[in-house]
């Protein structure tokens, strides 16, 4: 009985001894065949692993240690760990800094992969280096340098010319080369030297150095055989152009001195590829592990067009090409060719896509509609959910003045109508030829913005379908599309830096007076204390009747005793001023007598006295107007009226950038950031448009000049960081309507928010009403 009880307390506990004594039994046995050894530093990892013939070692454990021998047979002695210390060197002066470059590229090395260097004439040099300049500048990010031996006073707009003063060609093409490894050999990969009478399709000539390492020594073009085969081997016509490596360049380098004077040629492209030859051992290619080199020339009279000529479809280059028009017009075919392979790649990513969704664990699903379009957005709360507007083809069923209908017209008019015909020509793709679908109407519409993608619509249409057999049934399909906001244009801008100084135009009229102390007092924070790179300049406009009590009884002596008092503040510190008496104190007038005062490359900020601004716009402004490419007009934060705004409160210094303090006024361009040479080149334009109407420089603003007669970029954008204090001001009856419009709807809308001016309407008809 005892036994029985003995083994009924025994047996659940059974198994965990069992185990406990097959383990002892078995990390016994490990330790009498295992035998290791810790000097393993100088074995290799097979030794390790399998240990050495002959012996009987047998698998190590990476973990294990253990004793063993040396190679001497004796036993080694224990390891024990020491301290190294650390001994500081010794240095002879203070500390060196440690200089850390601007940007990562220029650390690392990181070079730019394309420099083309463009050999023009004083004859072409504002016609055909123009063209080259246009069909190929844009693409290369500015990387472009026209050469030439002597030019005109006066070089084309956006374009950089460097002039050696000598018009033979072989000394101007030493001299190209020699200032291309001066200056430009430690930032480039590759350089394309090419002459201003030849074409080049700049995404084909992109997609070449692409594809070629950095340090090939490779000297690439239309190769031919020198003149009396005086030098074994090929060189490159300079006609069809040709591209040349860093390495190649930096290895002539040293013998660019030998080649001018031992080498004889009328030819530059010849004198080149000699000393290339000569000294670096490398001839021209026209072809490198399968890349082509590919060339056209062009005959007199061609109908390129018409042309089913393979080699002139891939050509890389065209050559001669005889005017500016024949350039723009090979630059608007290649485009097109290249465009369409463009379109042929995106519906081959499109089609791998969709089968590489088949085989997904969500299947379609995973594939984002449309194809290539960011995802729909994805509200975190209720708050963000994005609103759908219900349309049919003649109302609107979400009205802006929140009317519950309202008749589409205008572009929603022309929306609708669009989609509709999309959807249609769709539907007809996917059905035909069993079915054709006709007669298109819309049920029901439905339609959202989403900011992350585009407009997103859903449409019910009806149909009148037609088998093939002539059968018709009115059917109804519902269709998704989407009107994406991807397709927008990347255009490469120019490099601009911080450091540039801005000129501060104010002008000033009597009236004015008084809010320009309150912006002195401004500038005396915001500029002259924090030393911002930027120069105040007072334009005080004089009426006649004023001009002639200024030494008696001057409209400015406040602001002007001001501006003296600030510059004795501030040593440093230089206002200057310019009077000017005129009886039509219009902005482009003022600019006009501003612009001959200062040099061409002066950037300029026309401000207001009631603009308010500080060093974070400054640099905007610096970096946003580019010379020769594009100005800029800010659109400011409009303060409201402190009386409607803050009933019965004191208003704040400085408010806050809320719907209830103000709003980004559209409709003024008061504040513009621009450089002096682009006023001047539009203003240059307009002397036509002035004959027939004389009074254009009193009813234009500077927007609408830029906008008309300049040809640049005019940027407008949301700017946080300037904004305008309240002030009641009228709008100049003598410019034009649109001009005169945009004053008095900014006028209006700075008084208040709507909620506001309705709360001031409510209470005055509860006051009226009592």
Known sequence: MRISMLVSLIRPSGPIIVGISLGFTLSLLSVTWVDESCDSDWMGADEMLIGQPGSLKG???????SSGTNDNGNAEEDFEPRIVPYNKPAQDGPPKKVFRAKYASTELGIRERLFVAVFTS???????????????????????????????????????????????????????????????????DWFYFVQDDTYTQPQRLKRLVS?????????MGHSGEFIGAETQGRYCYGGPGFLLS????????????????????????????????????????????????NYFRMENNM????????????????????????????????????????YEEIEKLQSEIKNVSEVAADGNKSALWPIGITPPFEPKNRFEVLRWDYF????????????????????????????????????????NPFVQLSEPHLVNGYRRLDHTRGMEYTLDLQFQATTESGHQKSITRRVHLVRP???????????VTEATRINILLPISSYESHAALRFLDHCSTNLFETSENAVLNFLFTYEPAEAQKVSTNDVFKEVKAKITAVESRYPNVKV???????????????????????????????ATVDTVFNSEFLNRCRMNAINGWQVFFPIHFQEFDPIVAYPDQTPPSSPDLLREAGHFDRYTFEEACFYNSDYMSARTRMPGDLQENEELLESLDLYDVFVQYSGLHVFRAVEPALRQAYRNRTCDPRLSEDVFHRCLQSTLESHGSRSQLAMLIFEQEQGNST
């Open 392 to 431: 049919t083809e003649e109302n609107l069923f979400s009205c802006l003045d929140d009317a519950p209908k309202c008749t589409i017209n205008g572009a929603d008019r022309v929306d609708v109508i669009d989609v509709i015909k999309v959807a249609a020509e769709e539907l007809n793709k996917k059905y």
């Open 122 to 188: 004083k004859t072409t040099l504002n016609t055909l280096a123009v063209a080259v300049n246009r069909t190929l500048n844009h693409h290369l990010d500015g990387h472009l340098v026209f050469f030439t031996g002597t030019r005109n006073r006066k070089i084309p707009n956006g374009m950089s010319v460097v002039a050696h003063g000598d018009d033979r060609p072989v000394p101007n093409m030493f001299q190209s080369v020699r200032y291309l490894l001066d200056h430009h050999i430690a930032e480039f």
């Open 211 to 219: 594809h070629l390492s950095m340090d090939l020594q490779l000297y």
């Open 59 to 65: 698998a190590r454990k990476p973990s294990s240690i």
């Open 485 to 495: 906001l991807s397709q927008v244009e990347i255009i490469p801008m120019p490099y």
């Open 576 to 606: 200057s001023w310019i009077s000017i008496k005129t009886e039509s104190p219009g902005v482009l007038r003022i600019l006009d007598i501003v612009s001959r005062k200062h040099p061409v490359e002066t950037l300029f900020l026309l």
């Open 246 to 293: 860093r390495a190649l360049l930096l290895k002539l380098q040293p013998f660019l001195e030998h080649c001018r004077t031992d080498i004889i040629s009328v030819r530059p492209d010849e004198w080149l590829g000699r000393c290339i030859i000569d000294y670096a051992g490398v001839n021209c290619v026209e072809e490198y592990e399968g890349v082509n080199y």
């Open 303 to 342: 109908d390129f067009l018409r042309m089913e000529n393979d080699r002139f479809q891939k050509a890389l280059t065209v050559h001669p090409v005889s005017s500016a028009d024949l350039m723009y017009r090979l630059h608007k075919h290649f485009t097109e060719i290249e465009l369409q392979r463009t």
